[in-house]
């Protein structure tokens, strides 16, 4: 008898510390292809939900916008362990793979071949189109939410942070009201979406690849989480960070890439992301003073350095405005621009 008991007690602990956790806690991953008729374009969508079903309560969302072009267009699975845990604190994640014909293709590569029946609409401007592809996943998101979808939660789509690696960092942004410069470098679009809270960002442009400091100044009123890895050149990487205003701005420096998060620290960052969403998407004052005060549990030493700017009037100067200034102006601007941008390629070919 006391070894059926015993057995008995065994199998329901495995049910409660294995079984449900894998049940439950782990989201549940769609993927899918969208189409937008208007553009006559495809966009690739990963969506994170609970695996458990529905809640009562609706969840706020947080889009994120991977900088794959069209090798991979999707097909590689990343972000996962920040999808899980977003999907733990209540934020449904879903991520945007864009196809981009116009990345640099090597023979004999074809599109068509890799993807067929994929189009990729008429305009083929990389910003132009991940911008439109953000907008229109928004616009999705919101008509298939009224429809008690298998599977899908029901979201809180006033409730909206954006994220964003690489080139996703600008798409992200873009949505926040950075404008958006097509291939003649002309403002194709310069508006930001008041149901976005908040937007997170991992390796933002190296600073002479990066927007210029007057547009960014033109992202207001949303809290940002700037993210990048100590390996990465972060000194180089900050200026959407000293330069975005209008709201609490968090800068973090982790051990790690470019890559940062997905392959090092991240545990780190997972931590430091769940708080900064809570804080801002679900307006929890603990979480707001955790990230304000930066204590967060590091027992690996990854927290290479932490910052925060809240609401002020004056950006962040430092010596690399001068040499900004001296690159718009001076006749000979174009050329130091030009060479800082040759010589920083040659130093990472050589690492």
């Not at 733990?88 to 640099?104: C, F, K, L, P, W």
């Not at 939660?153 to 690696?165: D, F, N, Q």
Request: hydrophobic share 40%.
């Amino acid at each position: 008898m006391m070894q059926v008991a015993k057995w008995w007690l065994m199998t329901v602990a495995l049910m409660v510390y294995v079984i449900v956790p894998l049940v439950f806690a782990e989201p549940l991953f769609l993927r899918e292809i969208w189409f937008d008729e208007a553009r006559q374009r495809h966009v690739n969508v990963k969506l994170a939900f609970p695996r458990s079903g529905p809640s009562k309560d609706a969840m706020p969302v947080l889009l994120f916008s991977a900088p794959q072009g069209w090798r991979w267009g999707g097909q590689r699975d990343s972000y996962e362990y920040l999808a899980d845990e977003m999907v733990n604190q209540g934020i449904a994640m879903v991520i945007m793979s864009h196809y981009d014909i116009t990345e640099t293709q090597g023979t004999p590569e074809k599109f068509a071949d890799i993807y067929p029946g994929i189009l990729t609409g008429s305009r083929h401007d990389h910003a132009v189109d991940r911008y439109e592809d953000g907008r229109f996943v928004l616009r999705e998101l919101t008509r298939r939410n009224g429809q008690s979808l298998p599977g899908w939660p029901k979201l809180e789509m006033e409730t909206i942070a954006v994220g964003g690696h690489s080139a996703g960092v600008l798409t992200a942004l873009h949505l926040c009201g950075l404008p958006v410069r097509d291939l003649a470098d002309e403002t194709y679009a310069a508006q930001s979406d008041p149901r976005i809270q908040a937007f997170v960002i991992f390796g933002y442009p190296m600073e002479y690849r990066g927007p210029r400091r007057g547009d960014l100044k033109r992202v207001r009123g949303v809290a940002g989480l700037h993210v990048v890895g100590s390996q990465d050149h972060p000194i180089y990487r900050n200026t959407s960070y000293r330069y975005i205003g209008g709201a609490p701005q968090y800068w973090l420096v982790a051990k790690g890439g470019h890559d940062v998060g997905d392959r090092g620290s991240r545990d780190l960052v997972r931590e430091v992301t769940s708080r900064f969403l809570r804080a801002y998407l679900f307006k929890d004052a603990s979480a707001r003073n955790f990230m304000n005060s930066g204590k967060f549990e590091d027992p690996s030493g990854d927290l290479q350095q932490y910052r925060t700017k809240l609401v002020e009037r004056w950006w962040h100067v430092d010596q690399r405005d001068f040499v900004a200034w001296v690159r718009d102006v001076l006749p000979w601007g174009k050329w130091l621009h030009n060479f800082s941008v040759s010589y920083h390629g040659g130093q990472k070919v050589k690492e």
